[in-house]
């Protein structure tokens, strides 16, 4: 059974840090791992992905800022998000692609607020 468990989101302060993650079950010959964010009114966007060879892709909006890492061994993927600003504030989903599966997490809710 494909399952993704997503942890590590809450509220915090504008300047503030908060670190994701995002553990994968079920899912054989994991290539991709990447996280999204949809913040209200607005489209689903990528925030940041790494692949199996660590190759790692950032939003323009998050470089410097925000930083992706996996386990393969744990099949988990990490966000470490320092510095976070109000306009960070959304749901972000985790997405997993694997053998014959892309799959997404429940999402987990950032806000960022004073």
């Known amino acids: 059974q494909v399952q993704l468990v997503e942890s590590g989101g809450g509220l915090v302060h504008p300047g503030g840090s908060l670190r994701l993650s995002c553990a994968a079950s079920?899912?054989?010959?994991?290539?991709?791992m990447g996280w999204y964010r949809q913040a209200p009114g607005k489209e689903r966007e990528l925030v940041a992905s790494?692949?199996?060879?660590?190759?790692?892709n950032y939003a323009d909006s998050v470089k410097d800022r925000f930083t992706i890492s996996r386990d393969n061994a744990k099949n988990t993927v990490y966000l470490q998000m320092n510095s976070l600003k109000p306009d960070d504030t959304a749901v972000y989903y985790c997405?997993?692609?694997?053998?014959?599966?892309?799959?997404w997490g429940q999402g987990t809710q950032v806000t960022v607020s004073s």
């Open positions: 790494i692949t199996t060879y660590s190759i790692t």
């Open positions: 997405n997993v692609h694997g053998r014959y599966v892309n799959a």
């Open positions: 079920g899912i054989f010959s994991i290539n991709y």
